[in-house]
């Protein structure tokens, strides 16, 4: 019973202290508008540096993504994987030859060979598909 009757008065106390410290806190707050819209501009200056300057990390490079990403996988999996990433790659230097206004015979000759390599494994992930 002791016990019940210090711990009362100890959580009265602290509540009351709480009460007074956040009617102080207010009344000052109102008390002063320019210096309580100082300490906001303060906190939102303050909150946009950390936002821009702490945790920054360098752009990690997609091809190391998707290698890490490609030892989880099954099999199966890494070699649709490495197909779709051929078919990216090639279409990509497919794009570079139809920029150029003319190409020449070389470049038609490259992008016949690309094609046809898009084709085949376009097929292939077409025949894994049905299986």
């Not at 990690?60 to 890490?68: I, V, W």
Request: hydrophobic share 35%.
């Amino acid at each position: 019973m002791k016990s019940q009757n210090h711990a009362s008065p100890l959580w009265h106390r602290l509540l009351e202290g709480t009460r007074s410290c956040k009617a102080k806190f207010k009344n000052n707050l109102l008390g002063y508008p320019r210096l309580s819209l100082g300490i906001m501009m303060l906190m939102m200056i303050c909150s946009g540096l950390v936002c821009f300057t702490v945790n920054r990390h360098g752009e990690e490079k997609s091809g190391e993504y998707f290698t890490n990403l490609k030892f989880s996988m099954p099999d199966d999996a890494k070699g649709n994987a490495d197909a779709l990433m051929e078919i990216i790659s090639l279409q990509a230097e497919l794009k570079t030859f139809l920029d150029k206004k003319i190409p020449s015979l070389e470049d038609s000759l490259r992008m016949e060979r690309l094609l046809n390599r898009i084709g085949a494994l376009n097929q292939k992930l077409k025949d894994h598909e049905k299986n």
